[in-house]
């Protein structure tokens, strides 16, 4: 079986180092499906990887992707149920390919009412929002976003709220994300006002911080001795150090979580968050077809982006 994926043998910028490379699937292994991708989104998990900021956990080559969705073609026979269903491909190969080998057992079933659009990008951000506000509850405190106008962050303040938070700010770059963070219920204050970034900071209970750098140890020092400040990501590409002690720092990875989850943990996970994204507001997609992905890459990097870039490997009709 012929098959394309975006492929990247060395480190570096994504539109310098990924190409198209053209091969042959091999056997199909055992325990395993067969998925025929429709679509994949591009996240900031995808991009980073490939500057060799993780380089001492990846081994080159790499296929690109780490969610999407798809249709299964082929799949053993305990697993024969989900030809031809529409499933989420995760935790296999990289998705950023005409067809993906995932364990059968993982497979995610999408509900037929879900855009592939909106099922493609099910994992990486609604399940850190989720593991995020079960873990680390916001119940009953004052909640504070950084890089707000991003899609884990829109997730994070709507469920914060859902689950009891007392208030949500959410502080951001662009001015064209307030309107849709004040339309969700969230308080948007922009990054460049820094007495309101001072003001909110200090009756901080509970931060999701993904942007690190010098906003998050701004944060740091004016938060509540007694706040918890948590880390998922660095978007500003900056490290960043505590100088005191208090409050304390979580460090937050979904791969620390995935392993306690259990066959069961995992599709139980997934019932609920196709529940909770059919009742949140989330991007609307701008499609790219495959052999056009350094357009979708050049579109997740606009200044304001409203719209989640999405790769279209088939039609998603």
């Excluded at 091969?23 to 060799?52: F, H, Q, Y």
């Excluded at 709507?158 to 849709?180: D, F, K, M």
Aim: aromatic share 8%.
């Amino acid at each position: 079986m012929s098959n394309k994926a975006l492929v990247y043998r060395r480190f570096g910028a994504p539109e310098s180092v990924l190409y198209i490379e053209e091969g042959t699937k091999a056997k199909l292994a055992e325990g395993m499906i067969r998925v025929k991708m429709l679509c994949a989104p591009v996240n900031a998990s995808d991009l980073i990887p490939m500057t060799g900021a993780y380089q001492h956990r990846i081994a080159l080559p790499q296929v690109a992707g780490y969610e999407g969705t798809g249709v299964v073609t082929d799949a053993p026979s305990a697993y024969r149920y989900l030809l031809s269903r529409q499933v989420l491909a995760l935790r296999g190969e990289g998705t950023w390919q005409n067809y993906v080998d995932v364990p059968a057992a993982l497979a995610i079933i999408v509900p037929e009412n879900t855009e592939a659009t909106l099922a493609a990008r099910a994992y990486i951000n609604p399940l850190a929002a989720k593991l995020m506000i079960s873990h680390l509850t916001p119940a009953g405190k004052h909640v504070l976003l950084t890089a707000a106008g991003s899609d884990c962050a829109m997730l994070l303040g709507q469920w914060a709220i859902r689950a009891g938070a007392l208030s949500v700010t959410g502080i951001h770059r662009s001015p064209a994300h307030s309107s849709r963070l004040a339309q969700c219920g969230i308080t948007p204050v922009q990054e460049t006002d820094h007495d309101a970034v001072r003001h909110y900071a200090a009756r901080a209970e509970v931060v999701y911080d993904a942007t690190g750098g010098t906003l998050a140890e701004n944060i740091l020092e004016e938060m509540p001795v007694t706040g918890l400040f948590i880390s998922y990501g660095l978007l500003s590409g900056q490290p960043f150090r505590a100088k005191n002690s208090l409050p304390r720092i979580h460090w937050f990875h979904v791969r620390h979580y995935l392993s306690q989850l259990g066959i069961d943990g995992w599709q139980q996970m997934f019932r609920e968050i196709w529940r909770q994204l059919s009742e949140t507001e989330t991007s609307e997609a701008s499609v790219f077809d495959f052999e056009n992905w350094e357009n979708a890459i050049k579109h997740y990097h606009l200044a304001g982006r409203l719209n989640k870039p999405v790769i279209q490997f088939a039609s998603v009709s």
